[in-house]
Nanobody, 129 residues
Framework: QVQLVESGGGLVQAGGSLRLSCAAS????????MGWFRQAPGKEREFVAA????????FVADSVKGRFTISRDNAKNTVYLQMNSLKPEDTAVYYC??????????????????????WGQGTQVTVSS
């Protein structure tokens, strides 16, 4: 049974930082590209960042570029999202997801939620102004 469990969310003031973690089990983690998505109340789920199975390529949405960084540790079956310079508009539930996209896939493919096979339950991030 595949499980993706996010952690690290919480309440932070604007300008602050958080690091989200997503621990995977029940799958061969190093075979999967990993992504982070977020969904704010009343809005559609949107792509935030993704990383290929080896960590060799990363993709970041324009809205968070320069502030968010995705990384992974295949020895720990964990993917991370470092979020700096947080803004109130970053407030959302953050989800991690796993995908078997081919290595050469780009941001267009990783940015589509339908290309992901497994999802976590989400972790709330709230940024106060």
């Amino acid at each position: 049974q595949v499980q993706l469990v996010e952690s690290g969310g919480g309440l932070v003031q604007a300008g602050g930082s958080l690091r989200l973690s997503c621990a995977a089990s029940g799958l061969t983690f190093s075979n999967y590209g990993m992504g982070w998505f977020r969904q704010a109340p009343g809005k559609e789920r949107e792509f935030v960042a993704a990383i290929t199975w080896s960590g060799g390529n990363t993709f970041v949405a324009d809205s968070v570029k320069g502030r968010f960084t995705i990384s992974r540790d295949n020895a720990k079956n964990t993917v991370y999202l470092q979020m700096n310079s947080l803004k109130p508009e970053d407030t959302a539930v953050y989800y991690c997801a796993a995908s078997r996209l081919p290595y050469q896939s780009g941001i267009y493919s990783y940015g589509r939620s339908g290309n992901y096979d497994y999802w976590g339950q989400g972790t709330q991030v709230t940024v106060s102004s």
